[in-house]
């Protein structure tokens, strides 16, 4: 990296964007844990997991009781939103809920909003929003062409066919 980029991430105290998409939580009874992508190539086995962890709770299931499950997947499922939000707001015990994805996406505006500033101002937490927007057709757009510091590089935003 040249000096000028150098001295733009010192100034700004942006840290690389890293996507993980490696675990799966569903109605916080099942975990599935992997080292790779978690795709349908990767559940077949065609894919590249280099390793994969399911964990399932049958007896922490809204099938046994008349409340949400509360057992070491819910706790972990927790502990992740926590973790990665930085903060406790009791809208994160209901994930299900439309006013739990309305705080999520409010935090994470803030913070990529924060992140992309071209001054030093720190995130909240590491919960940022992908800067694409999905029309109603499938059509997807792209609120930047870059990730910020990255323009040198050519890290597209919308990714390359290439």
């Known amino acids: 990296p040249d000096a000028d980029y150098a001295s733009r991430v010192r100034h700004t105290a942006r840290m690389p964007v890293h996507i993980g ?10 975990v599935l844990v992997g080292s790779g992508g978690v795709s349908a190539a990767a559940m077949a086995g065609t894919g590249d997991t280099l390793l994969a962890f399911g ?18 997947v819910a706790s972990f499922r927790k502990a992740l939103m926590v973790g990665h939000t930085r903060t406790f707001d ?5 994930p299900e809920t439309p006013e739990c994805m309305h705080h999520l996406r409010k935090l994470g505006s803030a913070n990529w909003e924060r992140y992309a ?15 694409y927007r999905v029309g109603a057709d499938g059509t ?21 066919r290439d």
């Open 55 to 72: 964990g399932w709770q049958p007896h922490q299931t809204l099938n046994h009781t008349d409340v949400l499950p509360t057992g070491d």
């Open 140 to 160: 997807v757009t792209t609120e930047v062409e870059f990730f910020p510091d990255s323009e040198v590089d050519g890290a597209r935003v919308a990714g390359s």
């Open 117 to 131: 500033a071209n001054q030093e101002k720190e995130t909240r937490s590491p919960w940022l929003l992908y800067p």
């Open 90 to 94: 009791p809208v994160l015990e209901a």
């Open 21 to 30: 998409g490696n675990a799966l939580i569903v109605d916080d009874s099942y």
